[in-house]
């Protein structure tokens, strides 16, 4: 620690963040400043932990669905997945697709045998 920092308690100095004119006010005023001062104050924090609350679950969401997709079986699958999702400074709409690819091919020629079969077949009575 610094030699010079000051250890322990410190005295707040709320004069210099209450507004110009301040001590020239009523007591009544003054409390009134005070309490709006408050409310404005708990709204800020109540405001700031909502969206930070907001933004844990939305990381802990995001987390959850690309664990998902990674434990998927990859092989000769192909697999979509979609999340959407609200985090404290916006939404997120999040698509993953994936797969392999070498297990198209083949679909899309049994398909397409099957096809020529059938106009084969319907051909040639």
């Known amino acids: 620690m610094k030699e010079n920092e000051q250890r322990g308690l ?4 709320l004069e210099s963040k209450l507004p110009a004119g301040f001590n020239e ?7 009134e400043v ?3 001062l408050t409310e404005q104050d708990l709204g ?3 405001e700031m932990l909502r969206k930070y609350g907001k933004s844990l679950i939305a990381q802990d ?3 959850t669905g690309i664990d998902a997709v990674q434990r998927l079986d990859h092989e000769r699958k192909i697999y979509s997945k979609h999340m959407k999702g609200e985090t404290g400074s916006g939404t997120y709409d999040l698509q993953i697709r ?10 899309i020629i049994a398909i397409g045998v099957v096809i020529l ?3 084969l077949a319907f051909g040639l009575t």
């Open 34 to 36: 005070m309490r709006r």
């Open 25 to 31: 006010l009523t007591d009544t005023e003054r409390h």
């Open 10 to 13: 410190r005295r707040l100095d």
């Open 61 to 63: 969401d995001i987390s």
């Open 98 to 107: 994936g797969g392999d690819t070498r297990f198209i091919v083949p679909i």
């Open 44 to 46: 800020l924090r109540e």
């Open 117 to 119: 079969a059938i106009l």
